[in-house]
Nanobody, 115 residues
Framework: QVQLVDSGGGLVQPGGSLRLTCATS????????MGWYRQAPGKARELVAA???????DYADSVKGRFTISRDNAKNTVFLQMNSLKPEDTAIYYC?????????WGQGTQVTVFS
């Protein structure tokens, strides 16, 4: 059984930083595409960043240059380093594992950027 546990969200002022962590269990981590999505109130869930098992990355235009996704295969963990945070980054952030088209989700962690 695959489980994803998100953590690291919180309150931060504009310009601040947070690091999200997604710990996974199960045997798919090394071959799955890992990603972070977010959902703001009243909006659809959107892809923030993705990291393939081979190391390829993809970022939403709105976070390029500010966010960095990385993974530690030895610890079955994926990270999202978020710098220069803006109020529009406020959302619930969800970890995602895509295993040959089968999605798995974390429970979400709230990120609030306020001035």
């Amino acid at each position: 059984q695959v489980q994803l546990v998100d953590s690291g969200g919180g309150l931060v002022q504009p310009g601040g930083s947070l690091r999200l962590t997604c710990a996974t269990s199960g045997s798919i981590f090394s071959v799955a595409t890992m990603g972070w999505y977010r959902q703001a109130p009243g909006k659809a869930r959107e892809l923030v960043a993705a990291l393939g098992s081979g190391g390829s990355t993809d970022y939403a235009d709105s976070v390029k240059g500010r966010f960095t996704i990385s993974r530690d295969n030895a610890k079955n963990t994926v990270f999202l380093q978020m710098n220069s945070l803006k109020p529009e980054d406020t959302a619930i952030y969800y970890c995602n594992a895509n295993f040959f088209g089968i999605p798995y989700w974390g429970q979400g962690t709230q990120v609030t950027v306020f001035s």
